[in-house]
């Protein structure tokens, strides 16, 4: 599987982005997607996830309100529409399929990463 996250930049804060996340090799329709971020000297963090069905989603609370997370399974495609963007919210965004349909929030319960993609908001 090869996942290849698009849609970074560098935006104002207060502006808006909308990070891709398709994947190739193989359906990832049976699994849950998380988009984790980490920022310089930071760890990865999880900044959203949704389940295999689109039935269950979850968010960082630094996100929540701000943030929206999708998938089109026929396109093998997911998505991350983030609003009101904040200088705090730069970091270089990763999505990743997980072990399972389950939601998950923790980088171990997911198999295969994408590359990144680096999302700078400017004050």
């Known amino acids: 599987v090869q996942l290849q996250a698009s849609g970074g930049g560098l935006v104002q804060a207060g502006g808006s982005l909308r990070l891709s996340c398709a994947a190739s090799?193989?359906?990832?329709?049976?699994?849950?997607i998380g988009w984790f971020r980490q920022a310089p000297g930071k760890e990865r963090d999880i900044v959203s996830a949704?389940?295999?069905?689109?039935?269950?989603?979850y968010y960082a609370d630094s996100v929540k309100g701000r943030f929206t997370i999708s998938r089109d399974n026929a396109k093998n495609t997911v998505y991350l529409q983030m609003n009101s963007l904040k200088p705090e919210d730069t970091a270089v965004y990763y999505c990743?399929?997980?072990?399972?349909?389950?939601?998950?929030?923790?980088?171990?319960?997911?198999?295969?990463w994408g590359q990144g993609t680096l999302v700078t908001v400017s004050s």
């Open positions: 090799g193989r359906t990832f329709s049976s699994y849950a």
């Open positions: 990743a399929v997980g072990v399972s349909g389950a939601l998950a929030t923790t980088a171990g319960f997911y198999r295969y």
């Open positions: 949704i389940s295999w069905s689109s039935g269950s989603t």
